[in-house]
C-alpha cells in the first residue's frame, strides 16, 4: 500500500482596562477558513505517514513499515479525507501540514473499502479546510491535483491537466468504484487521498489511482464520494470488514481471491480470525477476483446490511490450509 500542525495563534495583548469596570478578553486569532484560490489549496491538504505491520503478496512481511499519503480537510474542526488504503490497518497516523514539522495525531473515524475512502479526525481545531465543487464535472474541464506524491518527500507538490473521461470504470484491484474522473494531469503514488481541484480550489474529486505507462490518471468522483463520506463522518464503515487488501489470481487461475495484507483490530475480519497474508477465496460461496478485481466481492458486501452474517472461506497463505 502507498501508503501540519497549526500553531495556535499569539494571545492578543491584554485588554486595557478603567478602574471602575473589567473589559471582556479577546479570543485569540485561528487559522481556520474556506480556501477561496488555488493558492490557499496547500493550507489545507495534509501528508499522511503511517507506519504498521504488513504482508506483501509480492514482498512478503514486512514490519514497522512506514508509509505516506496525502488527503485534505474539509471542516475548521479538523475532519479530513483520505484513501482506506493509505490509512487502514496502521498501528499509528501522523499527520502534517504544510510547513510545519511537529505532526499532529489523528484518529480514524471510519472507512469503506469498496470505495478506497476514509475519513479521520486531526487533533485540535480551527483548520483552513477545502469546500466540494458546486457544478458539474464535465470532460475538458481544468483541473489541479495536489499532494505530496513519492515516499519521503516533503513538499508540496500541484499538477494540472482536465478531466479526459467525467465517468471512467473504477474497477480496480484494490477498489470497486462505479465511477471515477479520468485526469491527464500526473498522480503519482503518495498523490492517493490527496484533493482534485478546480482552479478556485474547490474539490472535484478524491485521488486514488495513476497509471504512468499512459499517462493516465484517476479521482473518485466527488458525485460517488459524498453520500459514502457523510457515513464515514458518522463513525460507521461502509462495505468493509476491515482489510487493507487487494485482488490476486495466479498466471494459471488456481489462486483466486483478496489478499489480506494487514486487518484492522476489532473489525469483522479480525473478529473472524483472519490474518494479514491471508487470501479470502470465497464470500457467500461464491469465488472471488476471477477477473483480478474487487468486483465480486464488493458486490456482496453491497448487497447486504452490516450485522449480516456471511460465510467465508480463506486460504491460509504461509500453511496451504483452507
Given at each position: 500500500p502507498e501508503p501540519t500542525a497549526v500553531p495556535e495563534a499569539e494571545p492578543t495583548a491584554a485588554?486595557?482596562?478603567?478602574?471602575?469596570?473589567?473589559?471582556?478578553?479577546q479570543q485569540p486569532e485561528t487559522r481556520g477558513g474556506a480556501a477561496g484560490s488555488l493558492e490557499e489549496v496547500e493550507s489545507a491538504t495534509i501528508r499522511i505517514i503511517t507506519q504498521g505491520s504488513f504482508v506483501d503478496p509480492e514482498f512478503g512481511t514486512m514490519m514497522n513499515a512506514p508509509g505516506q499519503g496525502s488527503g485534505f480537510i474539509i471542516d475548521p474542526s479538523g475532519i479530513a479525507i483520505t484513501n482506506n488504503h493509505v490509512v487502514t490497518g496502521a498501528a499509528f497516523l501522523e499527520v502534517f501540514l504544510e510547513?510545519?514539522?511537529?505532526?499532529?495525531?489523528?484518529?480514524?473515524?471510519?472507512?469503506?473499502e469498496c470505495s478506497d475512502l476514509a475519513v479521520i479526525d486531526i487533533e485540535g481545531e480551527g483548520y483552513p479546510y477545502l469546500e466540494w465543487y458546486q457544478g458539474d464535472l464535465d470532460v475538458g474541464q481544468e483541473i489541479y491535483v495536489a499532494g505530496f506524491p513519492l515516499f519521503g518527500n516533503e513538499e508540496y507538490t500541484l499538477t494540472r491537466g482536465i478531466i479526459s473521461k467525467a465517468q471512467a470504470d473504477g474497477e480496480s484491484n484494490w477498489a470497486s468504484v462505479d465511477h471515477v474522473l479520468e485526469v491527464d494531469a500526473t498522480i503519482n503514488g503518495?498523490?492517493?487521498?490527496?484533493?482534485?481541484?478546480?482552479?478556485?480550489?474547490?474539490?472535484?474529486?478524491?485521488?486514488?489511482?495513476?497509471?504512468?505507462?499512459?499517462?493516465?490518471?484517476?479521482?473518485i468522483s466527488r458525485d460517488e464520494a459524498l453520500d459514502v463520506i457523510e457515513i464515514l463522518q458518522q463513525g460507521q464503515d461502509h462495505n468493509s470488514i476491515g482489510i487493507n487488501g487487494q485482488a490476486v489470481l495466479s498466471e494459471d487461475g488456481s489462486i483466486a481471491g483478496i489478499w489480506v495484507a494487514s486487518v484492522a483490530s476489532g473489525s469483522p475480519?479480525?473478529?473472524?480470525?483472519?490474518?494479514?497474508?491471508?487470501?479470502?477465496?470465497?464470500?457467500?460461496?461464491?469465488?472471488?477476483?476471477?477477473?483480478?478485481?474487487?468486483?465480486?466481492?464488493?458486490?456482496?458486501?453491497?448487497?447486504?446490511?452490516?450485522?449480516?452474517?456471511?460465510?467465508?472461506?480463506?486460504?491460509?497463505?504461509?500453511?496451504?490450509?483452507?
Open positions: 485588554p486595557q482596562t478603567e478602574p471602575e469596570e473589567h473589559a471582556e478578553p510547513g510545519e514539522d511537529e505532526p499532529l495525531n489523528a484518529r480514524l473515524l471510519g472507512v469503506s503518495g498523490n492517493s487521498g490527496g484533493p482534485l481541484v478546480t482552479g478556485d480550489g474547490q474539490v472535484v474529486g478524491i485521488n486514488y489511482a495513476g497509471r504512468e505507462d499512459t499517462r493516465q490518471g484517476f479521482s475480519a479480525d473478529n473472524a480470525g483472519i490474518q494479514s497474508g491471508d487470501i479470502i477465496t470465497q464470500l457467500e460461496g461464491l469465488v472471488l477476483a476471477t477477473d483480478g478485481t474487487m468486483s465480486d466481492y464488493c458486490d456482496i458486501l453491497r448487497g447486504h446490511d452490516a450485522e449480516d452474517v456471511l460465510s467465508i472461506e480463506v486460504l491460509r497463505f504461509d500453511t496451504q490450509e483452507i
